[in-house]
């Protein structure tokens, strides 16, 4: 082997060093933090959640009732839900600082069922015409003339299981190559979810952000990431190809609680190499911003 040879065998060795190449790939892939807002009226405007500037995608909460023929309810707690223009020009400011913005379906209180098929399309044109791209004005629009990036699935305690994955089948019919309409879950850390199984094997999902927390079968307990880890091995070998896989964090002392420092230091490092590594999702912005558990953790969540 001449000199010359041996010389370029270096340089492409200290290329490979300097920037293996899952680095590579992995910086192309859509990695950051996601937050919820609309669930505790201290918490400030969805503006200064997304001027926080620590997330990249931000979910609504929550469309609480809706499906079998119901009226649906917007429930923002407290916060005014019919204000449709300081709601539109809040998610105008985070859509151009570069925030994706959710509404997400369902929660821990709500009355929520899919019927049948049917129902489940009733429902994503519902939501397609009121939230997102669509304009059939036989809708009322409640954050007006924007459209929201995507629907986040958080079924927790629907009537019924079924119909899910007609539900997320029949919103992704309604992308366009100019607006896609992006899908989110949030299942519990136990594999499968019981609500949203079937719905993700559809392979439709862009995030799903497991749930670390309320779930002691999966959850971090003080010092032992092994559940987390497991539980994370799992999904992340399970989960179809086109999904990126959020860590589900709580920013508040519960079951499964993490510190942002038990995060960053004890699994970020071992789940991050994992292909569909894509963030890590915190509930809620009020807890975190009183605790400051993004702001502690922003800039290991993803590798530059
Ligand atoms: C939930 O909604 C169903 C209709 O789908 C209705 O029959 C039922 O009374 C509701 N339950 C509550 C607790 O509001
Ligand atoms: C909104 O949801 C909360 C639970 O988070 C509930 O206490 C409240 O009654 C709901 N409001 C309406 C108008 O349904
Ligand atoms: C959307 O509505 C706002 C006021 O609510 C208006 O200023 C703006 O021009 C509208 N944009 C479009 C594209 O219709």
Not at 41 to 61: M, P, Q, W
Not at 189 to 217: E, M, W
Request: glycine share 8%; proline share 5%; net charge neutral.
């Amino acid at each position: 082997m001449g000199l010359y040879s041996k010389t370029s065998l270096l340089i492409l060795l200290s290329i490979l060093i300097a920037f293996p190449p899952f680095i590579l790939s992995q910086s192309q892939k859509p990695c950051g933090i996601s937050v919820y807002w609309g669930r505790n009226s201290e918490e400030g405007t969805l503006r200064d959640a997304c001027r926080a500037r620590y997330y990249k995608y931000v979910n609504i909460a929550f469309l609480m009732n809706f499906g079998n023929g119901q009226t649906p309810v917007l429930n923002l707690t407290d916060h005014c839900s019919t204000c449709t223009e300081l709601l539109r020009s809040g998610i105008q400011l985070c859509q151009n600082v570069g925030v994706q913005v959710f509404l997400s379906l369902g929660g821990s209180f709500g009355n929520y069922t899919l019927s049948s098929r049917q129902n489940a399309r009733l429902v994503a044109y519902y939501l397609y015409h009121s939230f997102l791209g669509g304009n059939d004005p036989s809708f009322v629009r409640p954050f007006g003339n924007i459209s929201l990036n995507g629907i986040d699935f958080d079924i927790e305690n629907p009537g019924s299981n079924l119909y899910w994955d007609d539900l997320a089948r029949a919103l992704s019919r309604f992308s366009k190559p100019r607006r896609k309409v992006y899908l989110s879950a949030v299942p519990r850390c136990s594999y499968p979810d019981h609500n949203l199984g079937a719905a993700i094997r559809t392979g439709l999902f862009d995030y799903v952000a497991v749930k670390f927390y309320n779930n002691p079968q999966c959850e971090y307990t003080w010092g032992d990431a092994s559940r987390v880890l497991a539980s994370w091995n799992v999904w992340s070998s399970s989960l179809p190809t086109n999904s990126q896989l959020l860590l589900g964090s709580i920013a508040f002392p519960a079951t499964g609680y993490m510190f942002p420092s038990q995060i960053v230091y004890e699994i970020l490092p071992e789940i991050m190499s994992s292909p569909n590594y894509g963030g890590v999702m915190v509930w809620d912005w009020y807890y975190d911003s009183l605790w400051s558990h993004s702001k502690s953790m922003y800039q290991h969540v993803c590798q530059s």
